[in-house]
């Protein structure tokens, strides 16, 4: 599975939370003394937050993006039949969706983060909380968004990482799947350590605005 780049997500305010406009000398100091830095560089630090607080509001959000940028993230989702989610992320619901127990590989999923919803903006403190803040970025959106129902696994490097393909339980396809394709899917996986994985087909739900899934 790829972990990507939080900077190349198309949400321009996803993992890009404003960092606060007014940081106070005791934010500086408590952040440059945890640094382990000389007192002559602590000093400088300071001396130069007397003098431009604004670019000392620019290194912190430097040093906030810095961190974020070498995250690897991958992005699941709760649910499996929500409309917008298969017209936006599987082709216009020709595509598949993959369905996981997390417990038959916590190395690769770890604990995943539940990514929060929030209707008010709050601004954040790097220099007063990195930890929070760095936690707070990778994990809060525009509620929006609340109906992909988002979970996040994290990863220190940006890239693929392998999975145990025990994990992969399930395999949805969407209602306007090609027959071709649902063959060559399952043809995949009829060997194997994938031989395991349950099919579904998508239609529509008579009626209504909802999906159906059928196993195959």
């Known amino acids: ?116 919803y929030q209707a008010e903006y709050v601004e954040l403190n790097y220099f007063r909380d990195r930890a929070d803040t760095i936690k707070r970025n990778l994990s809060t959106k525009a509620q929006c968004w609340k109906y992909e129902e988002e979970l996040r696994v994290m990863k220190d490097a940006v890239g693929l990482v392998s999975f145990d393909p025990a994990c992969l339980i399930d395999i949805y396809f969407g209602c306007a799947a090609s027959p071709d394709f649902v063959t060559e899917v399952r043809t995949a996986c009829a060997s194997g350590r994938l031989s395991h994985v349950r099919f579904h087909q998508g239609r529509v739900r008579p009626g209504e605005f909802a999906l159906d899934f059928d196993a195959l």
């Open 1 to 116: 599975m790829w972990f990507a780049d939080p900077t190349t997500f198309n949400d321009p305010f996803d993992c890009r939370l404003s960092e606060t406009h007014s940081h106070t000398r005791g934010d500086v100091e408590d952040y440059v003394t945890s640094q382990g830095l000389s007192g002559q560089e602590e000093a400088a630090i300071l001396d130069l937050f007397d003098r431009d607080p604004a670019h000392i509001r620019d290194i912190s959000v430097r040093a906030r993006d810095g961190v974020i940028k070498k995250r690897g993230i991958l992005s699941l989702s709760k649910i499996n039949d929500n409309i917008l989610m298969w017209s936006h992320y599987a082709q216009s619901h020709e595509g598949l969706a993959l369905g996981f127990d997390i417990s038959k590989d916590m190395d690769f999923f770890s604990i995943p983060l539940k990514v929060d």
